[in-house]
């Protein structure tokens, strides 16, 4: 099913194609571009940081509710104390 994203009377049209892609029709016809998915790259450096990550995230559950501060400032908190990625 093809969903148009502006408006049907106009001098262009946009839309998504299912999860295949997006077409666009302006002044020099139609075009369609494929949606790529994106690379899981498993670099060290990234798994390294995902287990940082799941590690403070654990940590931050960890902690009850009425006393525990927001993710950002834990996690920021976690980075300084916890350097386990040279980032």
Known sequence: MVR???PLFSDSATGKI???GTFRMGK???Q?????Q???RKT????????CFKA???AWLAIDPHDRESWGDFWRS?????????L
């Open 4 to 6: 148009i994203t502006r």
């Open 18 to 20: 299912a999860d295949i």
């Open 28 to 30: 020099h016809g139609a």
């Open 32 to 36: 369609f571009m494929v949606i790529t």
């Open 38 to 40: 994106p690379v899981d």
């Open 44 to 51: 060290s450096k990234q798994l390294a940081l995902r287990a």
């Open 56 to 58: 403070a995230r654990a």
């Open 78 to 86: 976690w980075l300084i104390t916890h350097p386990l990625v040279n």
